[in-house]
């Protein structure tokens, strides 16, 4: 079936059901950014490959939702389809709450799988459309019912990741998490994502292609602890570390009656933007719910001593692998041909080549020319360039590793460039020193320093239409909370031992894309009068493109930032790399 014939099915199912609208998340059953395959049902309904977007099907019309990073991808994505782009965030575009809202009459229904929709999208829709007295229906499942060859559910083992990379075991992670539940007086605490229970539980599994977690639930009281998982994931070794630590096995598919068994009258915690409501309407009516971000969320986006030392060895093996790519691109390129697949290819090779590297913390995206301007452009074998000596070729990418997890971004200049693409290119690289460089005062966030990135770009009438920088796991999501760096509003403080990305860009449709990312780590700074002030320390060693760069547009803060930067890549990267490599990579961090 195409697109249309999809739809087409899907309202049939919506008809029989008495469903006048269908909405269909991005969401697995765990509320995660990335899916496994059984749970691409967006992507199933609608083409659009992206990882953040909703569908909305009515008996006359079709939507996709989805922000900035995919204007592009997704307009071309769904253009052979009825589907209408809504371009979220886009002053008079309304959120496919507010569209519902307003295209629904009085009484109509509105259909969901409870199993992939977070409870706190459920109360906010409630209260959108009260009153009207829409219905709104949890228990349908139409595109598993629709889609003939799903896959399953997967079904790999699940390992235990190791306390030297770790630095807490989980029994202390847990003594952790039951204090901040003490504080917050509650009696129990409900986990549906998978990246908190990974990390609490200090486990690792397969069942997310670059994300490292397991398909699980947790409850955890002030005196037990559970994990829902299929119990064939679980090898002889991890169930005995499990009970060591404290942590008792059920079964995936018990959660629900665990949930509804929790004793009445107690207090129960959760996040309820991290827990489909399908589990949350199984908390026992009597219980009293507190709601809040989850706990293990804060606790993990603070890197601990033994963290932040692995994480700084893979980002140099992560460095050294991309510096051994970049000598190999510019040695072949115009000689074997070379494209934006074959490059995410060659990075495999040679982050394979690491010590404890396991897989791709992403799909790279690997934008030639005007490819770039999608934000996460991801190449095909219909729209596979061929790169050429000449323009300048986007790479993000990133990789897992036992000891970290690393994502960088750099655009490479292949041959001659533009005056315009010049100007562009030291514009992003100016948005980027301006914040790595800054000095903040403690109590800042994301949304005070987002401006200091995009400050140069302003200056000539230039605005990337994404945030600046997101938090990274350990071995764990390449994007994590609950901090950002971001002109949404965002009350997270920047505290010492969180990690964030810092990846400026410039974006213009049919013609070039440009982003500089590295990630860094808070750290105190001086103390004054004024109080504690913070910075960020520098993780990622890979060098800027010089050739990109107009010199006289940099001022000399910039140039000496650019210079010490270099001089430090060369230092931690260059004992790892054979003699033609060195001299390439003397070249590439010389002064300017």
């Known amino acids: ?76 994505q769904i253009a052979n389809s009825e589907i209408k782009l809504f371009k979220m965030g886009i002053p008079g575009v309304p959120s496919y709450m507010d569209w519902l809202k307003d295209n629904l009459s009085e009484g109509e229904t509105i259909g969901f799988d409870g199993k992939v929709f977070p409870q706190s999208d459920v109360k906010q829709m409630e209260e959108k459309v009260s009153y009207k007295n829409i219905k709104l229906v949890h228990e349908y499942d139409f595109i598993g019912e629709l889609w003939e060859d799903r896959p399953a559910l997967p079904m790999d083992k699940i390992f235990v990741h190791d306390v030297k990379y770790t630095g807490k075991t989980a029994k202390e992670k847990l003594d952790d998490v039951r204090e901040k539940m003490n504080e917050l007086n509650v009696d129990y605490f409900i986990l549906g994502s998978l990246d908190d229970i990974a990390w609490v539980y200090n486990i690792r599994g397969k069942d997310v292609e670059s994300n490292p977690v397991v398909t699980s639930y947790a409850l955890i009281s002030k005196d037990s602890a559970y994990l829902f998982v299929h119990g064939e994931k679980v090898p002889t070794e991890v169930k005995g570390y499990l009970n060591d630590n404290g942590i008792e096995l059920k079964e995936y598919d018990d959660v629900r009656k665990t949930v509804e068994g929790i004793k009445e009258n107690s207090r129960v915690f959760i996040d309820p933007s991290r827990i489909n409501s399908w589990l949350y309407s199984g908390i026992p009516k009597s219980c009293v719910i507190v ?101 300048m070729l986007l790479i993000d990418s990133g990789g897992q590793y036992l000891d970290g997890t690393t994502d960088i971004t750099r655009t490479l200049v292949l041959g001659p460039i533009s005056e315009e693409e010049k100007r562009d290119f030291t514009l992003t690289l100016k948005g980027h020193v301006n914040l790595i460089k800054a000095r903040f005062l403690y109590g800042a966030t994301g949304s005070n320093l987002d401006v200091l990135a995009r400050f140069p770009l302003w200056q000539e009438g230039i605005d990337y239409k994404c945030g600046t920088g997101h938090g990274v796991g350990f071995f764990l999501n390449v994007h994590e909370g609950p901090h950002r760096i971001s002109p949404a509003p965002n009350k997270v403080v920047l505290d010492e031992g969180m990690v964030i990305t810092i990846e400026p860009g410039v974006y213009k449709e049919g013609k070039h894309g440009i982003r500089i990312e590295n990630d860094v780590i808070v750290r105190k700074d001086i103390e004054t009068d004024s109080g504690q002030f913070m910075k960020f320390e520098t993780i990622s060693y890979c060098p800027i493109d010089l050739d990109g760069i107009d010199v006289n547009m940099l001022d000399e803060s910039e140039r000496a930032w650019l210079n010490n930067y270099h001089e430090e890549v060369y230092n931690k990267l260059s004992p790892y790399l054979n003699e033609n490599e060195k001299e390439w990579l003397k070249n590439e961090t010389r002064n300017i």
């Open 1 to 76: 079936m195409n697109i249309n014939e999809r739809i087409s099915s899907l309202r049939k199912l919506m008809a029989e059901k008495g469903i006048d609208a269908y909405i269909i998340p991005t969401y697995d059953a765990h509320q995660s950014e990335y899916v496994g395959d059984h749970w691409k049902s967006r992507i199933w309904i609608s083409g659009f490959t992206g990882s953040a977007g909703t569908v909305v099907v009515t008996k006359d019309a079709a939507g996709l939702w989805t922000d900035g990073r995919y204007f592009i991808q997704a307009a071309s």
């Open 291 to 391: 709601e809040g971000r989850n706990i293990t969320t804060d606790l993990k986006a603070v890197k601990n001593n033994v963290e932040i030392e692995n994480l700084k060895n893979s980002y140099i093996k992560d460095g050294v692998a991309l510096v051994k790519f970049m000598y190999w691109l510019d040695e072949n390129i115009g000689k074997t041909p070379i494209s934006e697949m074959s490059v995410a290819e060659k990075l495999i090779e040679f982050r394979s080549q690491q010590k404890d590297f396991i897989e791709p913390s992403f799909g790279t995206i690997a934008g030639y020319k005007e490819h770039a301007a999608m934000m996460h452009y991801s190449a095909t074998e219909q729209s596979d360039y061929q790169l050429k000596k000449e323009g």
